[in-house]
């Protein structure tokens, strides 16, 4: 099928980035917002002065509050904070259209995948991941970039990858949803685990070892729901675990820095506008983890700290007293 008219759900940092891109081309591109200060902001300004600022868009992009407005669209790219995506597509006219999901993370309520949640709400519709290493001012500044795209079949695989892909925004191909989907919400998690090393000082040593341990917890959890190692290693998990743990552009990675130097995590999620998905996945995904008897230490650390159910200095000694297992990923 031809894709033209692609619509963006989502006008935080990352949807409006990803708008951007669609528009690279010149191409008209719809971008459905949940403010209507954003929708002024873009439509008027040419900026989304609330999550984006400072980032000059292509006038190719139309905001909008209506979401009866994307009916018209060839295929939508879903980029809402994941709790919310099955109540904005409930609401939205979808009939079948190709759907991208971009947002990372586990419904909370249900334990689904993101893609078993569209699924649901949208069961005509095929449905696709983007997933990588992908800092939205990064993207929306054009500077080069690489992202996996999960697809229900190759064909479409490759018209979405014909109509998105820039120089400036590589994309790959794979059938391997679920294990796009389980790099980009797992990373999270780890990327509190590395801030809160980072907000205690512990070292380059330590932070590097716990990217390795961390990938062994989202490798361990993907196997066991079928993902791929080829994926888990590529832009959707290492790639972007690498770029969350080891930088404060991260929201999630500067959640655990602020943890560490001594704020209260209840406070620092009551405060914020942004979203750090990981404080949402971190306790679906330990349930899950403990339900399947899926051993993930860092994760069930990451899950304590934020409840404030154990503290930093005994979460740290846990970790640390762990006896050392035989091989490093079982
Ligand atoms: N910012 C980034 O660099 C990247 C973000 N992502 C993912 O994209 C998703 C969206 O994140 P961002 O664009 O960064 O958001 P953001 O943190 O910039 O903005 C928050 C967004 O949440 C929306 N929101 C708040 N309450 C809502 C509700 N009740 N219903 C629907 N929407 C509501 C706001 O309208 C706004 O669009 C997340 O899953 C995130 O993990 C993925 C890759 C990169
Ligand atoms: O997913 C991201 C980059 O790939 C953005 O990470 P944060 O949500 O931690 O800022």
New binding site residues.
């Given amino acids: 099928m031809t894709i033209e008219r692609l619509a963006v759900i ?6 409006t980035a990803l708008a951007q891109v669609a528009a690279g081309s010149g191409r008209e591109t719809l971008l459905w ?3 209507t200060e954003v929708a002024d902001s873009i439509n008027t300004i040419g900026e989304n002065s609330l ?1 984006l600022p400072g980032v000059p868009l292509s006038p190719a992009i139309r905001a909008t509050n209506d979401l009866g407005a994307l009916a018209d669209c060839d295929a939508w790219l879903v ?4 709790q ?1 995506m099955r ?2 597509l409930e609401q939205a006219p979808h009939s079948g259209k190709p759907l991208v999901l ?4 586990i419904e909370n309520k249900t334990g689904l995948m993101l893609h078993h949640v569209a699924a649901e709400v949208c069961p005509d519709s095929p449905i696709n991941v983007i997933s990588g290493p ?3 001012h990064e993207v929306a500044a054009a500077k080069p970039t690489a992202v996996t795209l999960a697809c229900a079949n190759w064909e479409l695989g490759e018209d979405l990858r014909e109509r998105i892909a820039l120089p400036s925004f590589r994309i790959y191909l794979t059938d391997d949803i679920t294990g796009a989907e389980i790099g980009g919400a797992v990373k ?1 998690v780890l990327a509190i685990a590395c801030g809160v090393v980072e907000g205690s000082n512990l070292g380059q040593n330590a932070r590097a070892a716990l990217i390795a341990r961390g990938f062994a917890e989202m490798a361990r959890f993907g196997l066991a729901h079928g993902a791929r190692l080829e994926t888990l290693t590529g832009m959707a998990g290492l790639g972007d675990l690498v770029l969350t743990c080891t930088s404060t552009s991260s929201r999630n990675f500067s959640l655990g820095k602020a943890i560490a130097e001594g704020r209260s995590a209840k406070e620092l999620m009551s405060d914020r506008r ?2 750090a ?1 990981g404080a949402f996945t971190a306790p679906v995904l330990r349930r899950i983890a403990d339900e399947q008897g899926i051993d993930m230490p860092i994760v069930t650390a990451v899950d304590d700290l934020l409840a404030e159910r154990r503290s930093l200095p005994e979460v740290l000694e846990a970790l640390r007293t762990r006896p050392p297992r035989r091989t490093e990923l079982h």
Wanted: aromatic share 10%; charged share 10%.
């Fill in positions: 989502g006008g935080g940092a990352w949807g917002v949940l403010e999550y980029v809402t904070p994941a919310h109540s904005v971009c947002s990372k993370g992908t800092f939205a999270n942004t979203v998905e």
